[in-house]
């Protein structure tokens, strides 16, 4: 039986969702985008509000996309995303990716973005990602990697950000650092068609501070992340609000800059 799956650190708080609803195919999948054609079924795990999902729906024109997510809740957002665009040829169900409930060989390209951080068992999750992927098929994943970000000026408080962060979700069974891991995960789950490489978010500009410093001031106290780190006994709200203090100052420098990185897999099914 695979491993339950890991609790999921950030939960589905509005500050959340500002990040989420932010991404897209382009900013988030660039790497798969030139493998795929216009007949392709594609699974996409780990839809959230269902952003990305409805871009590979619309790049798969006389295909079909089916996101699925663990949490039901928010498969309503992904599905008025998909009916705000006119799409036809995608649809949403609860699924978990240690146990997909889809036959051997459903799909062309299977697709898991920020997902395999968050799970008990990547390398299970893996394994039951290739068994749903069509001989020949893709399997393409990308994460992040905390201990790999960066950023300027850095406060000694938004060090202590990240050293929560990594404690917060090591503890909820998933692995922060996944981005760097993923090639070996692949490898250990029996693939051996592999491409890996990395990629890059960066907020720099007046807006982009603004934007990406006030949504993880706000994660870091109202999120379920948040509520996490006190019921855990990792941090208290008086830490919160000075990681949270620390988050809105970095965003009103003017030369400040952040990088996210990420691993990405290609996988040959």
Request: glycine fraction near 8%.
């Amino acid at each position: 039986m695979p491993k339950e799956t890991a609790v999921y650190t950030h939960g589905h708080h509005e500050s959340v969702l500002r990040s989420h609803t932010w991404r897209t195919a382009a900013n988030s999948a660039a790497y798969l985008i030139g493998s795929l054609e216009p007949h392709m079924k594609v699974l996409d795990i780990g839809c959230g509000p269902g952003t990305i999902t409805a871009d590979l729906a619309e790049l798969v024109p006389d295909g079909h996309v089916t996101g699925v997510d663990r949490a039901p809740g928010i498969l309503g957002t992904a599905r008025a995303t998909a009916a705000e665009r006119g799409l036809d040829n995608v649809e949403f169900a609860v699924a978990d990716v240690h146990d997909l409930d889809f036959p051997d060989d459903s799909f062309c390209v299977v697709h898991a973005h920020q997902v395999l951080q968050h799970v008990g068992d990547p390398v299970r999750a893996l394994r039951e990602m290739r068994r749903v992927c069509r001989p020949g098929g893709l399997i393409a994943v990308r994460d992040a990697d905390y201990s790999a970000m960066t950023w300027y000026p850095n406060p000694p408080a938004l060090d202590d950000w990240l050293d929560l962060y990594l404690r917060v979700a090591r503890a909820n069974g998933g692995e922060p650092d996944a981005g760097r891991r993923l090639k070996s995960w692949a490898l250990k789950a029996g693939l051996t068609d592999v491409t890996a490489s990395a990629g890059t978010w960066c907020y720099s500009s007046d807006e982009e501070r603004a934007w990406w410093s006030e949504l993880w001031a706000d994660r870091t106290v109202a999120s379920s992340y948040a509520e996490r780190a006190v019921s855990g006994g990792h941090a208290d709200m008086r830490q919160l609000r000075d990681i949270a203090a620390a988050w809105r100052a970095w965003g009103g420098e003017q030369d400040g800059w952040f990088v996210v990185l990420h691993g990405e897999i290609l996988c040959r099914a």
